[in-house]
């Protein structure tokens, strides 16, 4: 069997050397660089093509790339780098990589088209400044060719082990057993479509109710799928950090139900975040001042193999501990092994935020890819955040009062352009204001100080302060090179030397739609994503994308749901909501007692329905979730839930105790809602309802009425989490009994029987 391997692939496993630096020198994100390169090629005119394709056989290995520009007559090659700042930033080992990446291109080039020399061009375009720096050779075919083969000797070894691995992986996959010997009800249903939609290679959102088992009856036909259609990963992606640790328990479930569990040839990684696993914080990632960045790719071959042979789940520990065998950064060894893994199990945002590591390898190695996406309603808002950023005029003043010399200058320009955008901003006080355009002095004085700080930074010890002020400086300019109605520009005043200027993404699709482009098939599942169009547009699927919904393993006379159609919950009622509201509490516990929780619009509303119900029910005990609790008094408060006697639990709708949590049998019997969840009627949604409106024609639904019924049944979905749970469900407000609401709840709420 004959590897097949990408050129940049090639060199960057064979021609790395020397320190890891991740020195302040910030690199354009994954769109800007393609920006960059298309811009580059549109200015070269006739005679040039771009993306030209190459493909060539050294020492049993297949290579393949494709050269950014080759013009055949004049016997030019340029490979395109995109950075940021002053070229000469651009460390020696990273121009070395480069250089060698484009000598391998030029080997291919001479041997396909049968050239006896060729000039070669590494063109570095800075996206900031729209400027080329080119670094010209001419190079023999035969030295190319020679320098290939040196680079292939040392992947073969590794191309061999790597062909053989997934030989082994496909044979086990292909005879998978499930984890249990039957499937739940309806699991199985669950199972074949997510199987069917990874062979077909299409996208998928999937809801599936609670109880079906959905991390196995996803991972299962999942892994199924890979050698039956080819594909060569498979990611596992969670929008809560919990969620990560189901799926590698499935994985092991699934291990320990095989004929041979000690064979499990299946190489799976847990990516975790940085300030997680970083072993360093106080020290920048570069050989000057992190240890274990120093000499990083001298020593990563060896803590490569032992990671690629150890049996079991590579996870934050198992990483540490190999890490530290090699003295490497465990967090840089993650990220490498994130090549060479067949299941990744990760949060959101690898694959899908500006500058995801998982969509770079997927686009750079051609990977047939399927994505899982776990508890899925919850990535509208996840990707809106990662599209969105905050410039703090506060955080700016305090450093220019300490500030080097160097930098006083940039700090000065864009203090006085903060103090410009306040004058020439529209009055608002202290409230939002919304702006037409970014303003155009204030991100000229960002460049400037990006530019200023990126030096500064390169040449002193690390500094946590600046480094902050670089990076949100240079998020912020990264989205504003791409800021349109997707998104939104709020200015807020906020006091004296308080300013705030935010981008806020509106409409994720815009961003995420070449993400979903470049996977071989998604499914993306969850309990509530009705209706599925409201998930398909703003993620931005595509119209090709399917919306299925699985039967409920549950049955209707399990769940009581009481409407109360005398109660409205609207700001003008609330004051006379209180005594109903609390009169339903009070007849319901005393009619069944055991715990409850009660969910409300706010803290305020939760606490006086609390006082009401203290006064005129106080027979009924009760409790209540507090503002900022910490991750202790959370897991106390849960921990009330398993108390006996039962209690009513006052929460926040949308809070940590609406989703999440799992509360079987008698620790839950039952929840109040006293809100359809809607957000405020606020500016900002107005804005939000408008541009939903003239993009999809929906805009109240996209705006208020789905994500809030949405979080209503997330919160409801507590009461039952198994077959044999019983429990009710009461929906205190008028509006529930609208059909557009209804509508929008769990049909297996009102199924009789």
């Not at 030019?76 to 950075?83: A, N, S, W």
């Not at 080119?134 to 073969?156: D, G, M, N, P, S």
């Amino acid at each position: 069997m004959t590897a097949t391997v990408a050129v940049r692939t090639l060199c960057e496993f064979a021609a790395r050397t020397g320190d890891l630096d991740h020195r302040y020198t910030p690199a354009p994100s994954a769109d800007e660089g393609i920006r960059g390169h298309q811009s580059v090629q549109d200015r070269r005119g006739y005679g040039w093509k771009s993306e030209y394709s190459l493909t060539g056989e050294c020492l049993g290995l297949r290579l393949s790339g494709r050269v950014d520009l080759f013009h055949p007559h004049r016997g030019r090659l340029e490979e395109i780098k995109t950075h940021r700042g002053d070229v000469s930033r651009i460390r020696p080992h990273q121009r070395a990589l480069h250089r060698a990446q484009l000598r391998a291109y030029g080997a291919l080039l001479c041997r396909q088209d049968k050239r006896p020399s060729l000039e070669l061009a590494l063109i570095y375009y800075d996206t900031g400044n729209d400027r080329e720096t080119a670094v010209v050779e001419t190079a023999r075919a035969e030295e190319l060719w020679q320098e290939l083969e040196q680079l292939c000797r040392i992947y073969r070894l590794w191309a061999e082990q790597e062909a053989h691995h997934r030989e082994q992986r496909d044979a086990h996959l292909a005879a998978l057993a499930f984890a249990f010997p039957e499937f739940r009800a309806n699991q199985r249903a669950l199972a074949e479509t997510v199987y069917k939609n990874a062979v077909k290679g299409g996208t998928l959102l999937l809801e599936a109710p609670t109880g079906l088992g959905k991390t196995l009856g996803t991972l299962f036909p999942a892994l199924k799928a890979m050698p039956a259609s080819g594909q060569d990963r498979l990611l596992y992606l969670t929008c809560r950090n919990t969620a990560r640790g189901l799926a590698l328990d499935a994985l092991a479930r699934l291990r320990s139900a095989q004929p041979e569990p000690g064979r499990w040839p299946l190489r799976v990684l847990e990516l975790a975040a940085k300030d997680d696993a970083c072993e360093h914080p106080d020290k920048a990632c570069h050989g000057e001042s992190c240890p274990l960045a120093r000499g990083f790719f001298d020593r990563l071959p060896d803590a490569r193999a032992e990671a690629a042979q150890t049996d079991g789940p590579l996870d934050p520990p198992t990483l540490a501990r190999i890490a530290a065998g090699h003295d490497l950064c465990p967090y840089f060894l993650a990220q490498e092994m994130a090549r060479w893994s067949d299941v990744v199990v990760a949060d959101v945002n690898r694959l899908f935020d500006q500058s995801a590591l998982l969509h770079g390898l997927i686009r750079q190695n051609g990977w047939k890819t399927t994505v899982l996406v776990d508890e899925a309603h919850n990535l509208v808002d996840r990707a809106r955040g990662m599209y969105s950023v905050q410039l703090s005029q506060q955080r700016l003043l305090g450093l220019k009062k300490q500030a080097p010399t160097p930098l006083k200058r940039a700090l000065d320009r864009t203090a006085r352009a903060w103090q410009t955008l306040i004058r020439e901003a529209p009055a608002g006080d202290d409230q939002p204001v919304f702006l037409d355009a970014l303003p155009g002095p204030l991100t000229g004085a960002l460049q400037g100080l990006v530019s200023s700080l990126t030096d500064y930074l390169a040449d002193h010890p690390p500094d946590l302060a600046l480094q902050e002020l670089l990076f949100e400086s240079v998020g912020f300019l990264k989205l504003a090179e791409r800021f349109g109605d997707h998104s939104l520009a709020e200015f807020q005043r906020a006091g004296r030397g308080r300013a705030r200027l935010t981008i806020q993404n509106l409409v994720p699709a815009d961003f995420l739609a070449e993400r979903f482009e470049a996977l071989h098939s998604a499914v993306l599942f969850s309990a509530t994503l009705t209706p599925g169009v409201y998930h398909r547009d703003l993620l931005g699927l595509g119209s090709e994308a399917r919306f299925t919904t699985l039967p409920s393993p549950f049955r209707g006379h399990q769940l009581q749901v009481h409407f109360t159609p005398d109660i409205s919950t609207r700001q003008a009622h609330r004051e006379a909501s209180l005594g109903p509201i609390a009169d339903r509490i009070a007849r319901q516990f005393r009619a069944r007692p055991g715990h409850y929780l009660a969910f409300f619009s706010s803290f305020q509303y939760a606490r006086q329905v609390s006082e009401t119900l203290a006064r005129t029910a106080p027979d009924v005990p009760q409790r209540a979730q507090q503002p900022g609790m910490t991750p202790a008094e959370r897991e106390a408060f849960l921990a009330g839930f398993r108390q006996p006697g039962g209690q009513v639990a006052f929460a926040v709708l949308g809070g940590v105790f609406s989703e999440g949590i799992d509360l079987p049998g008698d620790q839950l019997i039952g929840a109040f809602v006293a809100t359809l969840g809607l957000p405020p009627f606020d500016p900002w949604h107005e804005i939000l309802k408008a541009r939903l409106q003239a993009r999809f024609g929906e805009g109240y639904a996209y705006t208020y009425l789905v994500p809030g019924v949405q979080k209503v049944a997330q919160a409801a979905g507590r009461v039952i989490r198994t077959p044999d749970d019983e429990g009710v469900i009461w929906l205190i407000d008028d509006r529930f009994l609208q059909p557009q609401v209804r509508s929008l709840l769990p049909s297996w709420w009102f199924e009789a029987g």
